[in-house]
């Protein structure tokens, strides 16, 4: 027989160190790729082994890990914001519906804590509860009409109430905005004719206040003539008289063209002596 024709097979021994030769380079690449993990910008690494959380914290970067054993959750601790719509009710028990946007972010070293104790479920369930239970509380505390005239101050206490209940699960409070007060129409209503009630109360007050200042404007000018005819009456003397008759005169005398008229009035006429 030819030794041309003769089919040559691969040794069962080359092809089995071939076949474990592949497989255990392939087990290295996925070790060395278990081995490592990358924490992106804006997050932290909560790191579980064997399903316990661990007290360490992976910062932003890239990082080694013991593979199949260790697992990490990226956790994000930038600013996130959610809004929520409350309804409430005043001192004065009148239903108040508020809109409230809130900004918050997790506390980088305390993520891991976080995810222990609630998970990454937070928001629906701490946050949100949060801010109802903190916009109750506060509300509670002032009449709708305070709420609407003491905005600023309401905000204030919700922030710090809502403040307070996140603090305990590592949740950072930024600010908060309380975008909208509306309460019932008959309330609304109600304010309205109030606000159309003052203002023409303070119509009527301002208009008493200027009759007053005019008439008091009055007396003090009739005061003033009265007292100045007064002094005038004290300065009229007989010799002032006298003064003031010889003076006219004087001045008649000054305006005489040399005719001599045939009656003139005065205190010493003169006579026609042709």
Do not use: C
């Amino acid at each position: 027989m030819d030794d041309k024709n003769v089919v040559q097979y691969p040794n069962p021994q080359n092809l089995s160190k071939g076949v474990t030769g592949i497989v255990i380079v392939a087990l290295v690449v996925i070790l060395a790729f278990q081995s490592f993990t990358i924490v992106e910008a804006g997050h932290r690494g909560v790191v579980l082994q064997l399903g316990a959380v661990q007290p360490k914290v992976l910062n932003e970067g890239l990082h080694f890990k013991i593979p199949f054993i260790q697992t990490v959750v990226p956790v994000e601790v930038r600013v996130q914001k959610t809004e929520s719509a409350q309804v409430s009710a005043s001192r004065d028990l009148q239903t108040v519906s508020t809109t409230i946007a809130v900004n918050y972010h997790l506390s980088p070293d305390g993520v891991n804590s976080l995810f222990q104790r609630v998970g990454l479920q937070f928001q629906t369930r701490i946050v949100d509860p949060a801010i109802g239970e903190a916009l109750k509380a506060v509300t509670a505390q002032y009449t709708a009409e305070e709420l609407i005239s003491k905005r600023s101050e309401v905000s204030a206490q919700v922030k710090q109430v809502l403040a307070d209940r996140l603090t305990p699960y590592n949740i950072i409070l930024d600010e908060i905005n309380i975008t909208t007060f509306e309460f019932s129409e008959d309330f609304n209503r109600a304010i309205e004719a109030k606000q159309i009630a003052e203002q023409q109360a303070l119509k009527s007050k301002l208009d008493l206040e200027r009759i007053k200042i005019e008439k008091e404007q009055e007396i003090t000018r009739a005061q003033a003539q009265a007292e100045a005819l007064r002094l005038q009456k004290q300065e009229v003397t007989p010799e002032l008289i006298q003064l003031r008759q010889i003076e006219a005169q004087l001045q008649a005398i000054q305006k005489w063209d040399g005719k001599m008229p045939n009656v003139t009035g005065g205190a010493t006429p003169f006579i026609n002596v042709e």
